[in-house]
């Protein structure tokens, strides 16, 4: 940033893929954002279950 303030990335990658399933930037990442972010993914793609495969 140009003001010189940090920043954070959430970066969410399927290892099985290697598929970017999300990129989050902002100046601070609480844990209720990560959750909701978390959750919306869920809510996306379906959770995957204990073997990597998403179930829907």
């Known amino acids: 940033m140009t003001?010189?303030?940090?920043?954070?990335?959430?970066?969410?990658?399927?290892?099985?893929?290697?598929?970017?399933?999300?990129?989050v930037a902002d100046t601070s990442l609480s844990g209720v954002?990560?959750?909701?972010?978390?959750?919306?993914?869920v809510a996306e793609r379906g959770k995957p279950d204990d073997g990597g495969e998403r179930q829907r």
């Not at 954002?33 to 993914?41: M, T």
């Open 33 to 41: 954002r990560v959750a909701r972010e978390l959750d919306r993914l």
């Open 3 to 23: 003001d010189g303030r940090r920043f954070r990335i959430l970066t969410v990658v399927d290892d099985c893929t290697r598929e970017c399933l999300a990129l």
